[in-house]
């Protein structure tokens, strides 16, 4: 099993920053992907971010420019640095890792919230 702690979720002003991250633990072997997904109330969970062990990047349309996906991987701990808020990037956010085997693991979601 793999544990995931999520932090840096808050209430910001439209054109402001946040920064979340996630720390992974257990069983962590195998991970190859770390990510972001976020969910609206209403809404499906999309996509918004992600990294592989080889740094490669991949980011939704709506937040390509805006948000940057990075990791460390010696903590085991994926960051998203989030700036140029916009309130349709209100939602809870969550981690995503995955592992070689397709074991996928989720965090419990952090609450990101911008007005306008």
């Known amino acids: 099993q793999v544990q995931l702690v999520e932090s840096g979720g808050g209430l910001v002003e439209a054109g402001g920053s946040l920064r979340l991250s996630c720390a992974a633990s257990?069983?962590?072997?195998?991970?190859?992907?770390m990510g972001w997904y976020r969910q609206a109330p209403g809404k499906q969970r999309e996509a918004v971010a992600g990294?592989?062990?080889?740094?490669?990047?991949n980011y939704a349309d709506s937040v390509k420019g805006r948000f940057v996906a990075s990791r460390d991987n010696a903590k085991n701990t994926v960051y998203l640095q989030m700036n140029n808020l916009k309130p349709e990037d209100t939602a809870v956010y969550y981690c995503?890792?995955?592992?070689?085997?397709?074991?996928?693991?989720w965090g419990q979601g952090t609450q990101v919230t911008v007005s306008s």
């Open positions: 995503n890792v995955r592992k070689m085997n397709g074991a996928n693991y």
């Open positions: 257990g069983n962590i072997f195998m991970i190859n992907f």
């Open positions: 990294i592989t062990n080889g740094g490669s990047t």
